[in-house]
């Protein structure tokens, strides 16, 4: 596969290392010449022209930006680049540049692929999406490829990183002009605000749009002090021009710029609404199926009983805490509770402590060993019985540093049998 990437860069690498991290509000790049200006020429002039059908937001109205995530399918040219994106020489250049490691190639785009903005389009100050839905993986930086031979701050759609934007007067805040290969990079987190206001073109070239390629990294893990709930991308909506003051009579462009912004205000939290409607059955979804897991994870209880209220102290995998108890009811008459349980080596000894209605007894089982215990129980038909058994010690299989386990564990429950 042909290196794509710009000879200016390749040379330039280590230099930029270190900026990336040192950068403020959040760590980021710029760079210019990022790939072969010939490649970048090519994407240009293949670049999709702009579709209603892809150019839906969240709300589902037709907006003013078209996404193609698609990026194989536009041209020779996108696919490409598409492919050089999937190389360890492009991958493992990132990394070196940010510092993070293992970076993983989204082939979907989520999000991603080619944006077109046209006149009038803004983008409010945001956080992304910080789990890919189908992987599990965690986003950790945005890549934007812009490919517009002519832009000007003055124009508008310049990418803004800020430290706040609740605070916008007083949050920290870079700038960055989308001009011709041109690439900005930053790392995204529950910090990375970013966004562009609205794109004002002179008469003169209201015919152009603001073009840019994104792509979006990933990684299986992060850093758990990096690690947020998973969770949609997060807006904060404009507050009132700058310009109005008190006794201010509205333009007509003000007015409509108001309009504007309470318009796209109502349809974010309509949005919201909708998304937390979906939430909350997907909750309930999920509760259900925390009960079901629960009736099914019950103690390996044989004979002729039944459960009478769910566990404690039990996992579905045969572990018991140090206390755990169940109740049950006899269905036909018994004489004998017989249990049965396993100690790991990592205990030397354990000690357990057996409650049965009137009856006490002690267990003594040595690391590694099962040991059977049969207890005089005599039940009619319908009665019912409460078992708890406490163990002198429990182990946490992380704490040895070669598992993840951090449950305090005291042993393992084989049977349990009423006869």
């Known amino acids: 596969m042909k290196n794509l990437f710009s000879n200016e860069f390749i040379t330039d690498l280590a230099r930029l290392q270190p900026l990336f991290v040192a950068a403020q509000p959040f760590p980021h790049i710029v760079i210019e010449n990022f790939l072969e200006v010939e490649l970048c020429a090519r994407l240009l002039h293949d670049f999709p022209s702009f579709e209603k059908r892809y150019a839906l937001?969240?709300?589902?109205?037709?907006?003013?930006?078209?996404?193609?995530?698609?990026?194989?399918?536009?041209?020779?040219?996108?696919?490409?680049?598409?492919?050089?994106?999937?190389?360890?020489?492009?991958?493992?250049?990132?990394?070196?540049?940010?510092?993070?490691?293992?970076?993983?190639?989204?082939?979907?785009?989520?999000?991603?692929?080619?944006?077109?903005?046209?006149?009038?389009?803004?983008?409010?100050?945001?956080?992304?999406?910080?789990?890919l839905p189908k992987s599990g993986w965690h986003r950790r930086l945005n890549l934007i490829l812009y490919?517009?031979?002519?832009?000007?701050?003055?124009?508008?759609?310049?990418?803004?990183?800020?430290?706040?934007?609740?605070?916008?007067?007083?949050?920290?805040?870079?700038?960055?002009?989308?001009?011709?290969?041109?690439?900005?990079?930053?790392?995204?987190?529950?910090?990375?605000?970013?966004?562009?206001?609205?794109?004002?073109?002179?008469?003169?070239?209201?015919?152009?749009?603001?073009?840019?390629?994104?792509?979006?990294l990933y990684t299986r893990t992060r850093p758990a002090e990096q690690t947020a709930p998973s969770h949609g991308t997060v807006y904060v909506p404009r507050g009132l021009p700058r310009d109005l003051a008190p006794g201010t009579v509205l333009s007509n462009s003000q007015f409509l710029e108001l309009r504007k912004r309470f318009a796209q205000l109502k349809g974010q939290l309509k949005y919201l609404y909708r998304r937390e409607l979906e939430f909350s059955a997907q909750l309930s979804d999920a509760s259900l199926a925390l009960q079901e897991a629960r009736a099914a994870s019950a103690v390996p209880l044989q004979g002729f009983v039944v459960l009478c209220a769910q566990t404690s102290g039990y996992f579905s995998d045969g572990w018991c805490e140090a206390k755990f108890g169940f109740t049950f009811s006899a269905t036909r008459v018994g004489k004998t509770l017989s249990i049965a349980c396993w100690v790991p080596d990592a205990i030397a000894l354990q000690t357990l402590h057996?409650?049965?209605?009137?009856?006490?007894?002690?267990?003594?089982?040595?690391?590694?060993?099962?040991?059977?215990?049969?207890?005089?129980?005599?039940?009619?038909?319908?009665?019912?019985?409460?078992?708890v058994i406490s163990a002198d010690c429990s182990w946490v299989p992380a704490s040895t540093g070669t598992s993840a386990d951090a449950r305090a564990l005291a042993f393992k429950l084989v049977t349990a049998v009423f006869e």
């Not at 692929?113 to 389009?121: A, I, K, L």
């Not at 060993?369 to 019985?385: D, E, G, T």
Request: negative net charge.
């Open 57 to 131: 937001n969240e709300m589902g109205q037709v907006g003013g930006k078209a996404v193609r995530m698609d990026m194989p399918s536009i041209s020779p040219s996108f696919a490409e680049l598409d492919a050089f994106l999937q190389t360890a020489e492009f991958l493992s250049a990132i990394a070196r540049l940010t510092g993070i490691k293992d970076l993983l190639y989204d082939s979907d785009y989520i999000g991603g692929g080619t944006h077109e903005n046209v006149q009038g389009q803004a983008l409010d100050a945001h956080v992304d999406f910080n789990v």
């Open 354 to 387: 057996i409650s049965i209605g009137g009856y006490r007894g002690t267990l003594e089982i040595p690391g590694g060993r099962s040991c059977n215990i049969a207890i005089p129980l005599v039940l009619k038909a319908q009665q019912s019985a409460e078992v």
């Open 147 to 216: 490919l517009n031979p002519e832009w000007h701050s003055e124009w508008g759609g310049c990418l803004c990183l800020e430290s706040d934007p609740w605070d916008a007067e007083h949050a920290d805040k870079v700038e960055i002009v989308p001009k011709f290969n041109r690439c900005a990079i930053f790392e995204t987190s529950e910090v990375s605000w970013h966004g562009f206001p609205a794109i004002k073109l002179p008469d003169t070239k209201r015919g152009e749009t603001r073009k840019s390629i994104a792509i979006y």
